[in-house]
């Protein structure tokens, strides 16, 4: 299956908004409720903080905001016919305290593209666009999101440490790390 990932323009904002919406939902229902789901959404992707965001990262090195899309005419696995229409989006940023990681603070596929490879492109072109400039990425992964778990798990990341999370009392959250890749490897 063709995928397109590319940098992500302030036209992308509204589907960044509901790919963000969908899989929030899709993860975090059973354990934050849809109510708080949708706060948390509507306060972390709030249309003119995604704006900035994409502004931001636009043309710099030290950091990405990119969509993935699926190629005109394909489907997904669930039979519906999509045009080229992001399916899922990724955020990496410098990490503040050490210049040599990039935090990925985002990384999201529509639930209905699950295990359609589009998280796996997302990742993969981040991590070819930062090889040469950090030696790890990480990320945080809220304990309950098994499938977040699952997926970054099978991509070789290793949990290093698990701290409280802000979002609710008791909530725990994962933090991951991976190795890159050197270009000559």
Known sequence: ??????????????????????????????????????????????????????????????????????????????????GSVARGFAHAVPWPEDTTVVFLARLYVRPDDWNEGIGTALLERLEADFSTAVDRIRLAVLAANQVGISFYESRGFDRVATRSSDLAAGLEEHVYERQLSTPDE
């Open 1 to 82: 299956m063709t995928r397109v990932v590319r940098r992500a323009t302030i036209d992308d904002v509204w589907a960044v908004h509901e790919i963000a919406r969908e899989s929030w939902h899709a993860a975090y229902d059973d354990v934050l409720g849809p109510e708080r789901v949708d706060e948390v959404v509507d306060d972390w992707y709030a249309i003119g903080d995604l704006e900035s965001a994409i502004t931001d990262v636009s043309g710099r090195e030290d950091a990405a905001f990119l969509v993935a899309e699926r190629a005109p005419g394909q489907s997904s696995a669930a039979g519906a016919e999509r």
